[in-house]
């Protein structure tokens, strides 16, 4: 018998705020997060792109030193939104440690600013750089830090599942969730996805021709979804997670249930692993609806992907034309954000139950001329009372990976 899947506790550090009231506020205030770069010796002027979505003030994070040692900032992004979520739902040690509760979380490749400080040591000809690195900085630099020191800091014994799929990382992390509670191999997965301010991460994009450029001198008018005169993505960086839950477990605990997750899609381009695909998008598109049980007429929001790259965003349009038609808004929320990389999914999904909460569906940022090729689409152009039953949350990664989550108002 297959189980609903309820979320029941989500939180968030993001460039525009590291509580749901603030992040809320600057959605609905338009507010951006796009900073300039600070300053890098290593990269800083080989760098065509100068802008980066910036958690600032930096949030305030303290765990014990023994959870710590084995943390580089991405882990600790990690282990602070799973630490609010794990208030928020007040499970007990018991049932932390009953292995029934797991973990889904990834980035886009563990702590690359750790990952520096070890290549940096293997380079140079200091023995004293060399013999300095340690077991604890492996910890922090693999690709399943965020997991693993979540599971260890929080005594969490349950399945551990850490997808490092760039962009689609923590959508993944929910889909998967999703389905080990559905088909009852778990009742409860913390969920979500991290990473860390790092230039390295601009410079790969960078160098691959996919940021914004042109907007150096004004970093808060970039990057632009949709638009005409969009130019590319802005990196960011962020943390969330969301826990999720067997609908009837959490009724009997008298939990409060901030949405369900009704659906998930997940595919692969089969092609070329940079450039979209908008059949690659579409097939994903339909295996999200048939999760979901959904016709394309019930949908009435997506949030989607819309990096502000010059194809990217034609490509989705289009699909979400294909599919959804013309009834459902849309937003691409990363005007604000930033591409926050493995996080987006979920700080996207839960600036959706936010709109669902407060019956509003806050616009994309710096869309102000729809690229004639992005038409098609009810574009979200100013903040709009409406009430949203079922949204789509879509995510694309490099690689060729696709994913889209169905949310639905709880009732």
């Known amino acids: 018998m297959e189980r609903r899947v309820v979320i029941t506790a989500a939180a968030a550090l993001t460039p525009i705020g590291v509580t749901k009231t603030q992040i809320w506020k600057n959605l609905v205030d338009g507010v951006s997060g796009v900073r300039p770069l600070r300053p890098d010796p290593l990269l800083g002027d080989r760098l065509r792109c100068q802008v980066f979505g910036t958690i600032d003030p930096p949030a305030e994070i303290q765990f014990e030193r023994k959870y710590r040692k084995t943390m580089g900032p991405v882990a600790l992004y990690a282990c602070q939104t799973a630490k609010e979520v794990l208030e928020q739902v007040g499970f007990s040690p018991e049932y932390l440690t009953s292995g029934r509760v797991g973990v889904a979380f990834g980035s886009l490749h563990g702590s690359p600013s750790v990952q520096r400080t070890v290549y940096e040591a293997f380079l140079s000809h200091s023995q004293s750089k060399f013999h300095a690195i340690s077991a604890a900085d492996y910890l922090k630099a693999m690709a399943h830090t965020t997991a693993v020191n979540i599971a260890r800091t929080f005594h969490i014994t349950g399945r551990v599942i850490s997808s490092c799929t760039a962009c689609t990382t923590s959508s993944q992390s929910i889909g998967f969730g999703y389905e080990a509670i559905k088909f009852g191999m778990q009742d ?51 943390a969330g997670a969301v826990m999720l839950e067997d609908l009837e477990a959490a009724k009997r605990r008298g939990a409060t249930i901030l949405g369900e997750v009704i659906g998930f899609g997940c595919g692969n381009n089969g092609g070329d692993m940079i450039l979209p695909n908008q059949q690659g998008v579409e097939l994903t598109l339909r295996l999200a609806l048939e999760s979901a049980r959904l016709a394309p007429d019930a949908v009435d929001f997506v949030s989607a992907h819309a990096t502000a790259t010059r194809m990217g965003d034609v490509v989705e349009a289009q699909a979400i034309r294909q599919k959804f038609g013309e009834r459902a808004w849309v937003t691409g929320l990363k005007g604000n954000f930033g591409h926050t990389m493995g996080a987006c999914g979920v700080i996207e999904a839960i600036a959706v139950l936010l709109m669902m909460e407060h019956n509003a569906i806050v616009p994309t940022l710096n869309l102000e001329e729809v690229d004639p090729r992005c038409a098609g689409v009810r574009h979200t152009l100013q903040v709009r009372e409406e009430r949203i039953r079922v949204a789509a949350v879509q995510s694309f990664a490099f690689g060729g990976v696709n994913t889209c989550l169905f949310l639905r108002r709880f009732e």
């Open 188 to 238: 409860a997965m913390l969920c979500g996805g991290a990473d860390e301010y790092d230039t390295t991460t601009v410079a790969v994009f960078d160098h691959l021709q996919a940021t914004s450029t042109g907007y150096n001198d004004a970093p808060s008018r970039t990057p632009r979804p949709f638009d005409a005169k969009r130019d590319g993505m802005v990196v960011g960086e962020g």
